[in-house]
C-alpha cells in the first residue's frame, strides 16, 4: 500500500475525524477547568482601607477573603493617624479575585528626627532657610540676649531645651532662635547660659 492509497482510505480519515474530536473535546474541557480554577466570574470589590490601622485592616480584608502587605511607610502625615494606610493598590472599588493582596503604604507614628546644622553664629537670614529647607519650622518669638552682633544666631532652643550642632530632633519642630540684640559690649556666650 503506498502513501497515497493510504491517505485516501477510510482508515487515515477515522482517525483524523477522532484525533480532530479529541482536541475539540480537549479544548473545551480546559476552557472549562480554566474558567473554574481562575474564579473567572468572581469579584470582590475592594474596600476603603484609607486612615484604617492594621488591625482594621486585617479584620475588614479576612472577611473578604483578601490579604494584605506593607510595601512602605510614607512620610509622616499628621491628618492620618500614626500606623495607618494612606495609599492603597489596588484602589478603593476595584474589582479583584479572592486571595487577592492588597498592598499598603503606612503612615509613620511620627516624623523622622533631623539633625541639627552648624547654626551658631550664622546671621537669622543665613540660616533660617537652611532650617526651613530641612522641615523644621522657627518660631516668630526670638530670644533676644545682648551682644555686639545683631540679628546673630547664639542659640536655639527646642521645647525649652537648648540644642547644638549634631542633635537630631523630629522633623517639623518648632525652633526657638536666641539672637543677638547688637547693643551688648561682647560676644554672648550661650553655651554658658545653658538650661
Do not use: C
Not at 516624623?111 to 532657610?129: A, D, L, W
Not at 547644638?164 to 547688637?182: A, F, R
Amino acid at each position: 500500500m503506498n502513501f497515497l492509497t493510504f491517505l485516501k482510505s477510510k482508515r487515515f480519515l477515522m482517525q483524523i475525524a477522532l484525533a480532530a474530536v479529541v482536541i475539540v473535546v480537549f479544548v473545551f474541557l480546559l476552557f472549562k477547568w480554566l474558567n473554574i480554577s481562575t474564579n473567572h466570574d468572581q469579584k470582590i470589590e475592594v474596600p476603603n482601607l484609607s486612615k484604617m490601622v492594621l488591625d482594621e485592616v486585617g479584620d475588614t480584608l479576612s472577611e473578604l477573603d483578601l490579604a494584605y502587605k506593607i510595601i512602605d511607610s510614607a512620610s509622616y502625615n499628621p491628618n492620618f493617624p500614626p500606623k495607618s494606610v494612606i495609599e492603597q493598590s489596588p484602589e478603593a472599588g476595584d474589582f479583584v479575585k479572592e486571595k487577592r493582596k492588597i498592598y499598603l503604604t503606612l503612615n509613620p507614628s511620627n516624623y523622622r528626627n533631623v539633625t541639627i546644622p552648624e547654626f551658631y553664629g550664622k546671621t537669622k537670614r543665613n540660616i533660617s532657610p537652611v532650617l526651613i529647607a530641612q522641615g523644621f519650622r522657627i518660631s516668630t518669638d526670638y530670644i533676644i540676649v545682648s551682644d555686639i552682633a545683631l540679628g546673630v544666631v547664639r542659640g536655639m532652643k527646642f521645647k525649652g531645651k537648648s540644642l547644638e550642632k549634631g542633635d537630631k530632633i523630629p522633623k517639623n519642630s518648632l525652633l526657638t532662635l536666641v539672637l543677638g540684640d547688637g547693643e551688648g559690649t561682647g560676644r554672648y556666650n550661650f553655651t554658658e547660659q545653658k538650661n
